[in-house]
């Protein structure tokens, strides 16, 4: 300690010194003052320290955890640096599967693909052209209890398609329906006819609005003569009345 406040008083008088030419003070003494002694000390006090340290690592393992964990974070960075570094001047001659890939130099420089596109819309005509299939009177509209429509009509009346088409099924089912025709229109577009007396078609035979299917009946369970029409668009209930002609029910 006493050798410390001895270089401290030395600098003290350094600064008293008066002001001598353009440096302030004088360079001859200055260059007089032995600061030797001094490395030893700081030598002793740079291994104090280092020991002091290594022995808070070894106590306290977080601390060693911690100080590993920064290294090794250190290092990676460093590394992918120098990877970044060593790429960089070889972009043009990365390929992948045998294929040159381009890197992007700049996130702000995008290139807009013109893209073209043409379309010509042409209006889709509906296939149905009657908005009932017999002359009568609607009964009861469509539900989400009764996807249908029943037209009440006359018993023995015949019955017409909604549009033209392909048949096809033809024949009786036991679900509360009785005789029933399926009618194929297209596009997804499929019209059934329930509670039929007789049917008059079969399946495969093209039928037109013109022809005849088949009879009002009281087939399936019913509580009167009616014909009970339902609507599919791709295998889907849907109410008639949201495909049929303007005019319809």
Do not use: C
């Amino acid at each position: 300690m006493l050798l410390i406040n001895k270089y401290i008083n030395q600098a003290r008088k350094i600064r008293k010194w008066p002001l001598s030419g353009r440096f302030g003070f004088k360079l001859s003494e200055a260059r007089n003052i032995d600061v030797s002694p001094v490395f030893p000390k700081l030598g002793k006090a740079v291994k104090l320290v280092s020991k002091f340290m290594y022995t808070q690592v070894k106590i306290r393992p977080r601390l060693k955890v911690a100080i590993i964990t920064i290294l090794s974070l250190i290092i990676i960075f460093q590394l992918s640096s120098e990877a970044v570094s060593a790429l960089k001047p070889r972009e043009a001659e990365i390929k992948i599967n045998g294929k040159a890939i381009l890197v992007a130099q700049d996130q702000g420089e995008t290139t807009q693909a013109e893209v073209e596109i043409n379309q010509d819309l042409h209006a889709k005509l509906s296939p149905f052209e009657f908005r009932m299939p017999i002359p009568g009177v609607l009964s009861q509209g469509y539900a989400y209890y009764h996807r249908a429509n029943d037209i009440a009509g006359p018993l023995g009346s015949p019955i017409y398609p909604v549009g033209a088409g392909v048949i096809e099924f033809a024949g009786r089912v036991f679900d509360g329906k009785g005789n029933i025709v399926v009618i194929d229109h297209g596009d997804g577009l499929k019209s059934l006819y329930a509670h039929m007396g007789k049917i008059e078609v079969g399946v495969g035979n093209t039928v037109d609005t013109k022809t005849a299917i088949g009879t009002v009946g009281l087939t399936g369970h019913t509580t009167g003569p009616h014909v009970h029409l339902e609507i599919y668009d791709h295998d889907v209930a849907v109410n008639p009345a949201s495909v049929l002609p303007d005019d319809t029910i």
